[in-house]
């Protein structure tokens, strides 16, 4: 059984760029929560899909955004990109609320993206 | 508003017992978890805690007491691979029924030999 899986694990842009991440989330889960975690910080929530829309939403401005699909999987598009957008990017999957065990967060390993 | 706190770095020998506070102030609150994360790699749950009390799990013990917004890591018996940051995170439930995790900004600990 496949965990969470991202890609790619590693990604180098310049400012101004636009860059997609994908996510496919653990089998058995359909909500999807993106996170961007600056070196030394904690992680920070951007947003969550569940049911093919996005359901919460952190302090980001809108030059992020994000799609979840059919079957589950999920894309985080960050436009017009900064340096201060250089971070780690993780995904965490985890069953609709009323299935499956509360604590139930996995996460994807995570894509580094380093803007230049 | 929303406020999670640790300590930032802490230091503990092999073999030792460490304790790591977190405090919060949160609104809609439905549980706490730990959670271990090395550098580089994702978060690793640890553990979850939704009443108040003790929850142990091997070498790892964590503590909830909601009338004070308190909680703590116990981690026995040290070993180096503990080296690593500790994520205090608090699930939240909004009106709509959605949660969403509040983390603190981890606590680094170093064990030294």
């Known amino acids: 059984d496949a965990g969470v899986t991202q890609s790619p694990t590693h990604l180098i842009k310049t400012r101004g760029q636009q860059v997609t991440l994908r996510c496919s989330p653990k089998?058995?889960?359909?909500?999807v929560s993106w996170y961007q975690q600056a070196l030394g910080q904690g992680p920070q929530f951007i947003f969550q899909?569940?049911?093919?829309?996005?359901?919460q939403r952190g302090n980001f401005p809108d030059r992020f955004s994000g799609h979840q699909f059919p079957n589950y999987s999920s894309e985080l598009n960050v436009n017009a990109l900064l340096l201060g957008d250089s971070a780690l990017y993780l995904c965490?999957?985890?069953?609709?609320?009323?299935?499956?065990?509360?604590?139930?967060?996995?996460f994807g390993p995570g894509t580094r993206l380093t803007v230049t | 508003g929303q406020n999670i706190d640790q300590p930032t770095e802490m230091t503990a020998t092999e073999g030792a017992i460490v304790q790591i506070n977190c405090t919060y102030q949160?609104?809609?609150?439905?549980?706490l978890f730990w959670y271990q994360q090395h550098a580089g790699e994702a978060p690793t749950f640890l553990s979850y805690?939704?009443l108040d009390g003790l929850e142990e799990k091997g070498r790892f013990s964590s503590f909830l007491s909601r009338s004070k917004g308190y909680s703590y890591l116990l981690l026995k018996e040290l070993q180096m691979k503990d080296s690593a940051s500790y994520l205090c995170?608090?699930?939240?439930?909004?009106?709509?029924?959605?949660?969403?995790?509040?983390w603190g900004l981890g606590t680094s600990l170093a064990v030294n030999p």
């Open positions: 949160t609104s809609g609150f439905n549980g």
């Open positions: 899909y569940y049911e093919e829309e996005e359901r």
């Open positions: 805690n939704v």
């Open positions: 089998s058995g889960h359909d909500t």
């Open positions: 965490a999957s985890s069953p609709s609320i009323g299935t499956g065990k509360p604590y139930e967060q996995y």
């Open positions: 995170a608090v699930r939240v439930l909004n009106a709509g029924n959605n949660r969403k995790l509040i």
